[in-house]
Nanobody, 123 residues
Framework: QVQLVESGGGLVQAGGSLTLSCAAS????????MGWFRQAPGKDREFVAA????????IYTDSVKGRFTISRDNAKSTVTLQMNSLKPEDTAVYSC????????????????WGQGTQVTVSS
């Protein structure tokens, strides 16, 4: 089992920044690729970003490229999502997830999920 706990959400004005963190415990963190997903009210869960187990490969959904940065610290068992130039359409509950299999943007490939943290961007 892997336990994931997100933090860092909040209310920010458009154009502002937030840093989300996800702390993992349980199994060996470096065995897992890590991803961030988000879900806005009334919408399906959406892939945001993912980072490979060793941090060498990252992927992003097009709408956040150039604004968001995913990183990880295997020594501290944490993954971080730096979000800049936030837009109202970024408003959602953001969740981190762990995947020991294929490096993927598909939510169905992820085995463990955090509870999520709310990000609200006001216009």
């Amino acid at each position: 089992q892997v336990q994931l706990v997100e933090s860092g959400g909040g209310l920010v004005q458009a154009g502002g920044s937030l840093t989300l963190s996800c702390a993992a415990s349980g199994r060996t963190f470096s065995d897992y690729h890590m991803g961030w997903f988000r879900q806005a009210p009334g919408k399906d869960r959406e892939f945001v970003a993912a980072i490979s187990w060793n941090g060498r490969t990252t992927i992003y959904t097009d709408s956040v490229k150039g604004r968001f940065t995913i990183s990880r610290d295997n020594a501290k068992s944490t993954v971080t999502l730096q979000m800049n130039s936030l837009k109202p359409e970024d408003t959602a509950v953001y969740s981190c997830a762990a995947n020991r299999g294929v490096f993927s943007r598909r939510s169905s490939d992820y085995d463990y999920w955090g509870q999520g943290t709310q990000v609200t961007v006001s216009s």
